[in-house]
């Protein structure tokens, strides 16, 4: 079934495969190329990724009984690249098996 903590973990995987994207594919395009097509195709999902994922933090925040280090940590993980990875294995993935 569906669970706020898988959709939760879906939603940090895409916002971590799109950061990625944005970041070390359409960017280095966008200034090598003087391409800023795949900046802009790539800007807006990544952002409301982004935003789902700070969202379903916060929503996450009591029910997992995340201290406030674990969900500053989790926060920042999205504005690092491969974050939202670590995240999941440290974090989510651990949650959803108990």
Do not use: C
């Not at 879906?10 to 950061?19: D, K, N, P, V």
């Not at 952002?47 to 940590?73: C, D, H, P, R």
């Amino acid at each position: 079934m569906f669970s706020l903590l898988n959709i939760f973990r879906a939603i940090a995987f895409l916002e971590g495969i799109s950061y990625i994207l944005l970041l070390f594919i359409a960017t280095p395009i966008k200034y090598f190329a003087e391409d800023p097509q795949y900046v802009k195709l790539l800007g807006m999902p990544h952002g409301l990724l982004f935003i789902t994922y700070i969202v379903l933090a916060i929503m996450l925040k009591s029910e997992l009984k995340w201290n406030t280090k674990q969900f500053t940590t989790i926060l920042l993980a999205a504005i690092i690249p491969f974050g939202t990875f670590y995240i999941d294995k440290t974090y989510l993935k651990t949650q959803s098996n108990g």
